[in-house]
Structure formats: structure tokens, C-alpha cells
């Protein structure tokens, strides 16, 4: 667990972010738009050079959430605050110092460049953006260590290459290292390894644990790979249907997971644990539509568990004595 006595760095606050459907008959014309409810009522905190795991089902939100978090998006309702002070305050009056506070690593790298450009261009333009650096001469120099730290030799080749020249280990690690040179104090990294193969995902696993831990910097890890999130984070998040259903230390969930949706997740994980002998829960059906999920838990449908109360009223967060928080009606706070 953090450090009571410190503060979070970043403090997300009833975090919700709905859309409007697309759409519809001409019988709705005139009423008021159903909404999507894409993230619904988040609630966290982050300290400083943590690495907190998000882990859920494709849909349960959490790629929003990222994008909530470093607004990209707008938070439909609820704020996020950085170092006590609101990010929608923050934005309003300095967006640029807003930016250089919050960085993103995304899923493809070959999408996180522009293809005519040369990596020492792609590198040194937020330099210059954010006025770091005197001269183009010293950025250049700085993006050199940071190549050369980050492993990539020699770097002056690198900084003179096109994307299209590299592979995708490669610019990932490009990637992050372009993210880390503006010294953020929170990065949202978005299943930074799903697209890569399998020899480089430990590659860039460690780079950014070496990054987290030396510059102190906030991560938050989006993945479905649960063996992942296990061995980088510290704490971790289940997410479903824009919800987070259970939250603690990583490894007193995936070794005792208390929400039957998180139990299912990490049973079915064979990667977790290959020679214990488990039996993989199904989860059968589909999600509710996240339009109208309740007015019970949004799992009960497709809950190994379900009862009556299930149904009709969504469980509330509950503090168990791990300090773990679940919302299940089944957990209660003195297991």
C-alpha cells in the first residue's frame, strides 16, 4: 500500500464520461438522448513512482479512463486533481503546462508518429514546444542520452532514421522515451506491449519500471494481460461496464480475488500461475448495455454467484481488512 502520510499525486473524484447514442427511429424524435455510460463513477488515487494496473474485459472502460485522466477527452461529470489542484483549473489556465505534465504511451507505435518526419524531428519538437533546451543543438543532445539510455545505440543513427525504418520495439521504446524527456509527473501507458512480440514486451516492461522508479513518475498500465499488470504494478483495478469492482495490492488480488467477476478474469489466465491446477470460471452471456446497465450489479446476469439482492440494487464499495475495496454484495469488511 502507498504511504498514508504522502499525498497522491493524481485523485480522480466521481469520474464519469457518457455519449450520446447514435442514431435512432423516428419514434424518438423529441425525447431526451439515452446516453452510453462509458465510465461510471470512478473513484482513485496514484502516488508518486507508482505503477497502478487497469484490467478488464475490451469495453469496460478503461481506455476511456486513460483519456479522461490526461483530458483528452471531458469528464461528463466529476474532476481529476493533480497535487490537490483540479486538472479542468489547471487546463483553463495553462493548457501547455497541463500537457507537459501528462504524457501517453498507446497500443500501436506506428500510429504514434508522422511517417514523413525523422525521429530526431518527432523527438525534438516538444522539446521546443515547452522552450526546454537553448538551441536545437542541445535538444539534439538530449535526445541522444535519452536514446542511448534507453538502449538504443548509436543513437545519432537512430535520430536520423524514418519510422517506417524501425521496428515496433523500437519505436515504442522511442515512444516513451519522447514522453519521458518532458519529465511528466503522470503517464497513462495503453497496452503499450499487446501489438509487440513476445522477445521485446520484457524490454519495455523494464524500461519503463527503470523510468518510473528514476524520474518518480505516476504510471497507470491499461491491459488485459493479467501476467503483466502482476509483475509491473504495484496496485491494480478491475474495471467492468465503467466501474471499478475491486482495487488493491496486485498481488492480494490475483492470489485471493474477492469479486467473482476478478475471480473469473484470473482463472482464466493460464499464464498467471502455469503449474497450479485451477479450474477456468465461464462467464457466460453478454455485458448489459451500458445504456441502462442497473438498478442491480451490472455483473449479476452473468454472476457464478448471483442472488436476488443481485438484481435489484448495486452493491456498495466496501473496505475489507487487506485494505482492498470490492463492490460485491457477497464481500463484507470483516473478511
Same mark, same amino acid.
Given at each position: 500500500m502507498?504511504?498514508?502520510? &504522502?499525498?497522491?499525486?493524481? &485523485?480522480?473524484? %466521481?469520474? &464519469?464520461?457518457?455519449? &450520446?447514442? *447514435? %442514431?435512432g427511429s423516428l419514434l424518438s424524435f423529441g425525447r431526451k438522448p439515452r446516453m452510453i455510460q462509458a465510465v461510471d463513477g470512478v473513484d482513485f488515487e496514484l502516488y508518486e513512482g507508482e505503477i497502478f494496473g487497469v484490467i478488464g474485459e475490451s469495453g469496460c472502460g478503461k481506455s476511456t479512463l486513460g483519456r479522461l485522466l490526461i483530458r483528452l477527452e471531458e469528464p461528463s461529470e466529476g474532476d481529476i486533481y493533480f497535487r490537490g489542484e483540479s486538472s479542468k483549473a489547471l487546463m483553463k489556465k495553462d493548457p501547455k503546462k497541463f500537457h507537459r505534465m501528462v504524457q501517453a504511451v498507446f497500443q500501436n507505435p506506428f500510429d504514434t508518429f508522422t511517417p514523413n518526419d525523422t525521429i530526431g524531428e518527432i523527438m525534438m519538437r516538444p522539446l521546443r514546444l515547452h522552450g526546454i533546451g537553448k538551441s536545437d543543438e542541445e535538444r539534439r543532445a538530449m535526445c541522444e542520452k535519452a536514446l542511448e539510455d534507453g538502449g538504443l545505440k548509436p543513437a545519432a543513427d537512430f535520430l536520423g532514421r524514418f519510422p517506417h525504418e524501425l521496428s515496433g520495439g523500437q519505436l515504442q521504446r522511442i515512444s516513451i522515451l519522447r514522453s519521458m524527456l518532458l519529465e511528466p509527473l503522470f503517464l497513462v501507458a495503453d497496452e503499450p506491449v499487446s501489438m509487440l512480440d513476445v522477445s521485446v514486451r520484457a524490454e519495455i516492461?523494464?524500461?519503463?519500471?527503470?523510468?518510473?522508479?528514476? *524520474? *518518480?513518475t505516476a504510471i497507470m498500465l491499461i491491459s488485459h494481460d493479467i501476467a503483466v499488470v502482476r509483475y509491473v504494478s504495484q496496485r491494480v483495478a478491475v474495471m467492468y461496464l465503467g466501474r471499478i469492482v475491486e482495487m488493491g495490492d496486485t498481488d492480494t488480488i490475483i492470489q485471493n480475488p474477492m469479486h467473482p467477476y476478478t475471480q473469473a478474469l484470473i482463472s482464466n489466465c493460464s499464464s498467471i500461475d502455469p503449474d497450479e491446477d485451477k479450474q477456468a470460471i465461464e462467464i457466460q452471456g453478454e455485458p448489459p448495455s451500458p445504456i441502462n446497465p442497473g438498478p442491480g450489479c451490472y455483473f449479476a446476469n452473468r454472476c457464478f454467484k448471483a442472488c436476488e439482492k443481485c438484481f435489484k440494487s448495486y452493491p456498495p464499495m466496501r473496505t475489507m481488512k487487506d485494505g482492498r475495496v470490492v463492490s460485491c454484495h457477497f464481500a463484507t469488511g470483516d473478511e
Open positions: 502507498p504511504d498514508a502520510v &504522502k499525498a497522491p499525486v493524481i &485523485k480522480a473524484v %466521481g469520474v &464519469k464520461r457518457y455519449y &450520446k447514442q *447514435r %442514431g516492461i523494464h524500461m519503463l519500471q527503470d523510468l518510473c522508479a528514476s *524520474r *518518480r
